[in-house]
C-alpha cells in the first residue's frame, strides 16, 4: 500500500501550480480523493461478484454501469428532459450490447456467457467510450445549430467530431501509446502477441460502439436537440 501511495508524489507539484495560478485546487484534490475511493469500493465489489458468479448480481451491476453511463453523457447539455435520457440510454444500450454480445459470445466465447471477470470490464470500456461519444456529439451539434446549420449538416458534423478520440486512439496505439489493458497484460507477464491480440479486439470494440451508439442517439435525439438549437 505504501508503494501504491508513491504514484501521488508527482501530483503534487500539479497541485501547487494549481494554487499558485488560483485555478482550483479544491476541485482536483476532490477529484483525486473520488477517484481513490470509487476505485478501491469498485475493487471490493468486483472481487465479491468474481467469486460470486451469480447472474443477478452480473445483470444488475450491468444496469447501473447502463444508467450511469447514459446519466453522465448529457453531462454537456444545459437542459435534460426524459426524452432526451431514453434517447441516450437506448443508443447506449442498443450499440454497447450489440458490441459485448459480440465480443464475449462469438469472439471471445466466455464460460459462463455471464462470466464477471470478462463480461464487466469489457462492458465497463464499451459503455464509456459509447458516453464519451455521445458527450461529445451532443455538445457539437447543438453548438452546430445555434450557428444555424441545419440538421442534416450539424449531424454530420457532430458524428465527426464524436470519432475524433476514437480515431486518433487508432492511429496512435502502437506508435505512441501502449493501451492500458495491453500494458496490464504485459506487466502481467503475459506475451507481448496475446496482448496484441487482445488489444485489437478491443481497439475494435471501442469503434464499433462508439459509432453505433452516437449514430443511435443522434436520430433518436433529433427531435430534443433540434428543439434545443432552435431556442437559441
Do not use: C
Not at 24 to 44: C, D, E, N, P
Not at 99 to 107: C, D, G
Not at 148 to 177: C, E, H, K
Amino acid at each position: 500500500m505504501f508503494n501504491l501511495a508513491l504514484v501521488f508524489i508527482p501530483a503534487i507539484p500539479v497541485l501547487i501550480i494549481l494554487y499558485r495560478w488560483q485555478l482550483g485546487i479544491k476541485k482536483s484534490i476532490y477529484a483525486l480523493l473520488r477517484m481513490l475511493l470509487q476505485l478501491l469500493a469498485i475493487g471490493y465489489v468486483l472481487a465479491y461478484l468474481f467469486e460470486s458468479q451469480r447472474l443477478a448480481l452480473v445483470l444488475s451491476a450491468l444496469l447501473i454501469m447502463l444508467l450511469a453511463a447514459t446519466w453522465i453523457s448529457l453531462n454537456p447539455l444545459q437542459q435534460r428532459s426524459w426524452p432526451l435520457y431514453r434517447s441516450a440510454l437506448i443508443a447506449i444500450a442498443a450499440g454497447g450490447v450489440i458490441t459485448l454480445i459480440t465480443v464475449t459470445q462469438a469472439v471471445l466465447a466466455i464460460e459462463p456467457w455471464y462470466s464477471p471477470r470478462q463480461l464487466i470490464p469489457l462492458a465497463g470500456m464499451i459503455f464509456a467510450n459509447a458516453m464519451t461519444a455521445i458527450s461529445l456529439s451532443a455538445e457539437r451539434l447543438v453548438a452546430e445549430l445555434k450557428q444555424g446549420a441545419d440538421y442534416s449538416a450539424a449531424r454530420a458534423t457532430a458524428f465527426n467530431a464524436s470519432l475524433i478520440p476514437t480515431l486518433n486512439s487508432l492511429f496512435a496505439v502502437g506508435l505512441v501509446s501502449l493501451p492500458g489493458m495491453m500494458t496490464g497484460q504485459i506487466l502481467s507477464g503475459v506475451t507481448p502477441l496475446i496482448a496484441v491480440k487482445y488489444q485489437i479486439v478491443v481497439m475494435v470494440m471501442i469503434f464499433s460502439s462508439a459509432g453505433l451508439s452516437t449514430a443511435a442517439f443522434l436520430q433518436l435525439s433529433k427531435h430534443q436537440l433540434g428543439a434545443t438549437g432552435a431556442k437559441t
